[in-house]
C-alpha cells in the first residue's frame, strides 16, 4: 500500500506493521503523512490476517514472501526498511536475506522492536492490555486478527536475528509502559544507532507520529551524506 509520494532520488521506505491483532499498512498513515513529498512511503501488509489468506507453518515463509514483495516493490533500486514492534522481526529478516543475495538495503529501522525472549513479563502484559485499551471489543472479536496474531508469534519464538549489513537505527520509545523501565539497545543488533522519540510505545505512530517520522527521516538524509551518492532511483529501475 503506497501511502506517500516523495523524491524518488531518496530511498523509499517499506514499513512492515505490528504482527498484532487489528494492525495493517494504516498503522503508518500519520507517519507517512509527515514524510509526504520528501520521500516515498509504502507500507506492505502481513499475509494471514485477512479472510482467506493462508497463514505462514514457519518464518522462513513469512520472511521469503515479504522479501519478494521488497523485490517487486523496489525494481532493483535502494530501499530502506521499517519495522513497528514485532514488524521489526520481519524487517530484520528480510534485510538479512536480501543481505545473503547482494541486496543489502540502504538501511534498516527498528521502531521500539523486542524479541519475545527478551521481553519481561511486565512489558508483554503492557503490551497486550495497550493493544486492547485501544481497540476494546473489536480485538477481542475479531478472531482471525487474533488467530494470525498467535500463528506469528508461535513461528517466531525460535527466532534467532542474524547480522546484517544495512545501516541500522533503533528508535526507541522515550516514555515506558505502566509498570515498565526502557529498554536498552536489543543485545541481537549491537551495531544499531540508538535514538529515542517522543511518546509510547503506542503513541509514537498516534499522537507522536510526525516526530517519530522526522526522526526517521532526519537520520536517513544523515546517513546519504556519509555514503557514496545513489545512482539511480526507483522510478528509473521501472521506466
Not at 525472549?117 to 512489558?123: D, F, I, K, R
Request: with cysteine; proline share 7%.
Amino acid at each position: 500500500m503506497r501511502l506517500a509520494g516523495g523524491d524518488t532520488a531518496a530511498p523509499a521506505l517499506v514499513c512492515f506493521p505490528a504482527l498484532v491483532a487489528k494492525s495493517g499498512p494504516g498503522q503508518f498513515a500519520r507517519f507517512a503523512g509527515t514524510l509526504r513529498g520528501l520521500r516515498e512511503v509504502v507500507a506492505l501488509p502481513e499475509p494471514g490476517f485477512l479472510p482467506g489468506e493462508p497463514l505462514p507453518a514457519r518464518w522462513e515463509a513469512a520472511v521469503e514472501a515479504q522479501t519478494e514483495a521488497v523485490r517487486r516493490f523496489a525494481g532493483g533500486a535502494p530501499v530502506a526498511l521499517l519495522g513497528y514492534s514485532s514488524g521489526g522481526w520481519i524487517a530484520q529478516a528480510v534485510a538479512a536475506r536480501l543481505d545473503e543475495t547482494g541486496e543489502t538495503p540502504a538501511a534498516l529501522i527498528l521502531l521500539d522492536t523486542y524479541l519475545q525472549a527478551e521481553t519481561s513479563g511486565a512489558l508483554a502484559t503492557a503490551l497486550t492490555d495497550g493493544l486492547f485499551t485501544r481497540h476494546g471489543s473489536d480485538a477481542d472479536t475479531d478472531t482471525r486478527s487474533l488467530t494470525a496474531m498467535g500463528a506469528y508469534f508461535r513461528v517466531f519464538e525460535d527466532w534467532t536475528p542474524t547480522g546484517t549489513d544495512a545501516p541500522t537505527l533503533f528508535l526507541r520509545a522515550a516514555d515506558a509502559l505502566p509498570g515498565t523501565q526502557p529498554d536498552a539497545k536489543p543485545s541481537w543488533a549491537p551495531e544499531a544507532t540508538l535514538q529515542e522519540t517522543a511518546g509510547d510505545h503506542f503513541s509514537m505512530l498516534e499522537e507522536h507520529a510526525g516526530t517519530t517520522a522526522r526522526a526517521v527521516h532526519s537520520w536517513l538524509a544523515e546517513l546519504s551524506q556519509r555514503t557514496v551518492p545513489l545512482t539511480s532511483s526507483r522510478s528509473e529501475h521501472n521506466d
